[in-house]
């Protein structure tokens, strides 16, 4: 998720808000940028506009959208995870020990 800071930047007669996109974000936005022959604030800049346009409503539903998907996958994987643990109960108080000694040594 990109941060931006709301402190601006002067530079001749250029304002500019300051963003922190994640690594692996900014090169997806840098190859765009190269494929389009423009800059990454251009790609960034247009991006942002297009979104403004469209109220963010299609912004808003992707983001709902793809935290759903993980949330279900999420799910998923800790119904798999139960229903592991609840197929021996040797596991299942196993499990419990250790949980609860663990939280007794974070506690501690």
Same mark, same amino acid.
């Given at each position: 998720m990109a941060v931006v800071h709301t402190e601006l930047y002067r530079h001749?007669?250029? /304002? %500019?808000?300051? /963003?922190q996109i994640p690594s692996t974000q900014h090169? =997806?936005?840098?190859?765009?940028?190269?494929? $389009?022959?423009?800059?990454l604030g251009d790609v960034v800049e247009t991006i942002?506009?297009?979104?403004?346009?469209?109220?963010? =409503?299609?912004?808003?539903l992707a983001i709902v959208e793809k935290r759903e998907r993980e949330i279900t996958s999420l799910n998923s994987a800790l119904d798999e995870a139960y229903a592991y643990l609840a197929s021996?109960?040797?596991?299942?108080?196993?499990?419990?020990?250790?949980?609860?000694?663990? %939280?007794?040594?974070? $506690?501690a």
């Amino acid at each position: 998720m990109a941060v931006v800071h709301t402190e601006l930047y002067r530079h001749e007669n250029l /304002i %500019r808000k300051s /963003i922190q996109i994640p690594s692996t974000q900014h090169k =997806e936005l840098k190859a765009l940028a190269v494929e $389009l022959d423009s800059s990454l604030g251009d790609v960034v800049e247009t991006i942002m506009d297009l979104m403004r346009q469209d109220n963010y =409503e299609q912004l808003r539903l992707a983001i709902v959208e793809k935290r759903e998907r993980e949330i279900t996958s999420l799910n998923s994987a800790l119904d798999e995870a139960y229903a592991y643990l609840a197929s021996s109960p040797d596991i299942l108080e196993d499990s419990q020990f250790f949980f609860y000694a663990g %939280r007794e040594g974070i $506690l501690a």
